[in-house]
C-alpha cells in the first residue's frame, strides 16, 4: 500500500506556470506506476499525465502535451508534474494516483488532491 500527497498548488495567471509534487509513502514506491488527474468543477475527473515504474513511459492527454511534464523520482519517492503555459482551462483539482499500469490507466491509490487556480 503506498499514502499520496500533492503540493504546490495555487493562483496563477494564464501563460504562467506551477510545479506540482506528490509524495509517497511506503517501500515499494518504485514498483507503482504514477499518474496525475484533475476534476475541474461540474466535471468529471480526468487523466493528465503518467508515468511507468521505471522512468521509460510517459502518457498525457492531448490537452496537455508540450506543455506539462511528469517525472519522478524514485530515490526519494516523489512524482512532479510541471505545468507551462497554463490557461484557464488547466483550473482544476490535481490529484496524484499510484498503480499497476500507466499503459492500461490502472490507478489504485489516490492522493488527497491539491487546487490550481488559473485566472485569465
Known amino acids: 500500500q503506498v499514502q499520496l500527497a500533492e503540493s504546490g498548488g495555487g493562483l496563477v495567471q494564464a501563460g504562467g506556470s506551477l510545479r506540482l509534487s506528490c509524495a509517497a509513502s511506503g517501500r515499494t514506491f518504485s514498483s507503482y506506476a504514477m499518474g496525475w488527474f484533475r476534476q475541474a468543477p461540474g466535471k468529471e475527473r480526468e487523466f493528465v499525465a503518467g508515468?511507468?515504474?521505471?522512468?521509460?513511459?510517459?502518457r498525457y492527454v492531448d490537452s496537455v502535451k508540450g506543455r506539462f511534464t511528469i517525472s519522478r523520482d524514485n530515490a526519494k519517492n516523489t512524482v512532479d508534474l510541471q505545468m507551462n503555459s497554463l490557461k484557464p482551462d488547466d483550473t482544476a483539482v490535481y490529484y496524484c494516483?499510484?498503480?499497476?499500469?500507466?499503459?492500461?490507466?490502472?490507478?489504485?491509490?489516490w492522493g488527497q488532491g491539491t487546487q490550481v487556480t488559473v485566472s485569465s
Open positions: 508515468i511507468s515504474w521505471n522512468n521509460i513511459t510517459t
Open positions: 494516483a499510484a498503480g499497476s499500469s500507466v499503459v492500461l490507466g490502472q490507478y489504485t491509490y
